[in-house]
Antibody, heavy 120, light 110 residues
Framework: EVQLVESGGGLVKPGGSLRLSCAAS????????MSWVRQAPGKGLEWVGR??????????DYAAPVKGRFTISRDDSKNTLYLQMNSLKTEDTAVYYC???????????WGQGTLVTVSS | QSVLTQPPSVSAAPGQKVTISCSGS????????VSWYQQLPGTAPKLLIY???KRPSGIPDRFSGSKSGTSATLGITGLQTGDEADYYC???????????FGGGTKLTVL
């Protein structure tokens, strides 16, 4: 069974940092392109960024609002995806989901999400 | 402001059919596959349609997708109260080099 479990969310002050983790199981993590998608309270889905598999270069892409502040990385030995968030702003407050494509080319598996609140 | 445009809400009676539109441009819908996601209250999104019109295993054929030019449509027939949710379209935008989503459409089954 495919499982994605996020952790690391919490309350942080503007300008602060936080690192989210996503523990994956039930599929070959090292072959998967992994993404982070966020959802601000009462708002729609917003793609944050992705990391390709190492065999596909392991490169990252980011949405404009987070580029230069957020870093996505992966540890294939631990089947874990990370999102390092620096210089956090109040507008980064959201539930952060990790997601991937296992069976289809789209985001067919999602974690339960972890809430990040940026507030003073 | 979302790159993909969806109506904020749609409604229909149980048993009826509803369609949800998703409008984009040549840099996204026009040249890439569209996916649709259902998000029930308080839960993570769930994939309904991928590659414009394909259903993952386990998704009933009451759900269908289509694409024409720079627009896509999600259709739901035989509406049930359990279909009340937010629906999102998504695709890759080649100009932005980013995945983009519509703003979401809230479906109410009256």
């Amino acid at each position: 069974e495919v499982q994605l479990v996020e952790s690391g969310g919490g309350l942080v002050k503007p300008g602060g940092s936080l690192r989210l983790s996503c523990a994956a199981s039930g599929f070959t993590f090292s072959n998967a392109w992994m993404s982070w998608v966020r959802q601000a309270p009462g708002k729609g889905l917003e793609w944050v960024g992705r990391i390709k598999s190492k065999t596909d270069g392991g490169t990252t892409d980011y949405a404009a609002p987070v580029k230069g502040r957020f870093t996505i990385s992966r540890d294939d030995s631990k089947n874990t995806l990370y999102l390092q968030m620096n210089s956090l702003k109040t507008e980064d407050t959201a539930v952060y989901y990790c997601t991937t494509s296992v069976v289809t080319p789209a985001f067919d598996y999602w974690g339960q999400g972890t809430l990040v609140t940026v507030s003073s | 402001q979302s790159v993909l445009t969806q109506p904020p809400s749609v409604s229909a009676a149980p048993g009826q059919k509803v369609t949800i539109s998703c409008s984009g441009s040549s840099s996204n819908i026009g040249n890439n596959y569209v996916s649709w996601y259902q998000q029930l209250p308080g839960t993570a999104p769930k994939l309904l349609i991928y590659d414009n019109n394909k259903r993952p295993s386990g998704i009933p054929d009451r759900f269908s997708g289509s694409k024409s030019g720079t627009s896509a449509t999600l259709g739901i027939t035989g509406l049930q109260t359990g279909d009340e949710a937010d629906y999102y379209c998504g695709t890759w935008d080649s100009s932005l080099s980013a995945e983009v989503f519509g703003g979401g459409t809230k479906l109410t089954v009256l």
